[in-house]
């Protein structure tokens, strides 16, 4: 009934959509353009987050070591650093907490600097997610226009999501950590008709054309792996609206 709802929902929509559905207790699995290469958004992040944790769990990385925003890092969009004080510096375990749950591109950008790209890019190898690359700054108009941008696919987000529920993003500990800064998420997509029983780790994306959301959906009747990328909207609300409704049909009561 689950698989016919959710295809029923597709056909009835002129939203372009990759979705990937996934049940941690039982055996259902929903598979639809999963492998379709899509502009991440925001959701590049969370490999970023991976690999922040890594380090500190290596005690290669201090997670209170504070760093001061550079101009070129401050842009637009999602997050708080930009309107406060240049000149205050912020520990990496805030920056981190700001870059997931308030999706803070400034903060996202600082990160990327300190990290490097090069080696962040070696972490998504390593957590298996084949078409997902890091490529550019948050918000980097310019190599965007030059064709540039940040991919992934719901495929492997879905891998990045199990890996974390089993403990296997660097360690139970740590992935224990990143879905309760998950679970702080503050824009209200994959979990907004859900009852009050049930809870969501989550990350969006929103990018001009380009609509996000991936994460778990935790319940007592079952934990599901929920992937949904979405295109072809005239605008983002449409693609937010998809995503929202998906999640009803799914969980209507």
Known sequence: MLKENIERYIQESDIDASIYIKSMRGNFE???KETRVMPSASLIKLPMMAY???LAYEDKLDMEQKLSPRRHQIVSGSGIVKNLHADMGYSIRDLTYLMITVSDNTAANILIDYLGMDRINEEIEKLEMKDTVLKRHMMDFAARAAGIDNLTTVQDMAVFFEKLY??????????????????DQRFRVMNYYLPERFKAAHKTGSLDGYEHDCGIIFSQEDDMIICVMTSGFKNDYEGIDYIKGLIKTMYKE
């Open 30 to 32: 929903f598979k639809y």
């Open 52 to 54: 922040i944790y890594k």
């Open 166 to 183: 089993n403990g296997d993003v660097v360690n139970y500990l740590a992935s224990r950590e990143m879905l309760e800064i998950l679970k």
